[in-house]
């Protein structure tokens, strides 16, 4: 059996100009865990998913998966190589879903197994229709985002990542654009990729979401990681009183309105 693949982040440091937005994160993460991230805005939870996937260049930090050590401050200028395989190995979901505007939903799932992974249209195809039909879209195939709701639409932008295999999924809000009418189905599909074992890094303001299917939580402050636990232990006896402080203010007694 395949032994378990881990992710060991290391010194990850990234400032604009001298606002110094994560200040030196160390994090491992094991296969099939669910990383829940939460803490302030502006703390650094989107620059920590940007620098794993590259979006951002740290000024220092490595991760290691598997066997390969990428050093993400360098990784562009060195060796293109790591960045693609970076990217390749993780799939990022974004708040706003970015999905190409002038390609129906199976096409935009379709894409990157062509021009990154060099699939056949058939063979992409046919892998495309089965992640779409894992997230229930099946029927909206042919259709494009502008005829979507936020939340097919995010279910698509699931999908995509999903149809790339990677073994770390990152998701930054990928509800919090959507009306709350909404939020419920795409944390359901969200809900059944945990079940299904895939690992992950979920920033979210949804704490009941987190606390339900999270198997790990992190707390962001000032750049640092301030707790780290079971979402139980960090919910419900968080050793610092800023977290203390930002869960009251995320008012978490207060029963979510959607249902999962
Ligand atoms: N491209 C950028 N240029 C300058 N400052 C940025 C940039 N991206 C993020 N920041 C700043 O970094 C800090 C952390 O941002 P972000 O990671 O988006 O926080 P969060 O996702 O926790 O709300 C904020 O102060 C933000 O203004
Ligand atoms: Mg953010």
């Known amino acids: 059996m395949a032994e378990k693949q881990r992710f060991v982040i290391k010194d990850l440091k990234k400032k604009f100009n001298n606002n110094i937005v994560l200040d030196g994160i160390d994090l491992t993460i094991n296969e099939g865990d669910v990383l829940g991230v939460i ?16 979006l951002e260049v740290p000024e220092s930090g490595s991760i290691e998966i598997g066997e390969s050590q990428i050093d993400l401050s360098n990784a562009k200028k060195s060796n293109l190589k790591n960045v693609t395989q970076l990217r390749q190995r993780t799939g990022m979901v974004f708040q706003r879903f970015n999905l190409f505007q002038k390609k129906t939903a199976l096409e935009n799932v379709m894409e990157g197994l062509i021009t990154v992974q ?38 698509v932008a699931i999908a995509r990542v999903l149809a790339m295999k990677p073994d770390l999924i990152l998701m930054d809000e990928p509800t919090s654009a959507l009306d709350p009418e909404l939020v419920g189905e795409v944390l359901e599909t969200i809900k059944q990729l945990a079940e299904e074992g895939h690992t992950m890094i979920l920033v979210s303001h949804e704490m009941a979401f987190i606390r339900k299917v999270a198997t790990r939580c992190i707390f962001l402050d000032h750049g640092k990681i301030v707790e780290d636990g079971t979402p139980k232990e960090v919910f419900t006896a968080p050793t610092q009183e800023r977290t203390r402080d930002f869960l009251k203010k995320m008012s978490l007694l207060e029963e979510p309105d959607y249902v999962i």
């Open 39 to 54: 803490g302030p805005s502006g703390t650094g939870k989107s620059t920590l998913l940007r620098c794993i996937n590259q």
């Open 118 to 155: 060099k699939k056949s249209k058939d063979e992409a195809r046919k892998i495309a229709l089965k992640e779409l039909d894992r997230v229930g879209m099946t029927q909206w195939a042919n259709h494009y985002p502008k005829h979507l709701s936020g939340g097919q639409q995010q279910r």
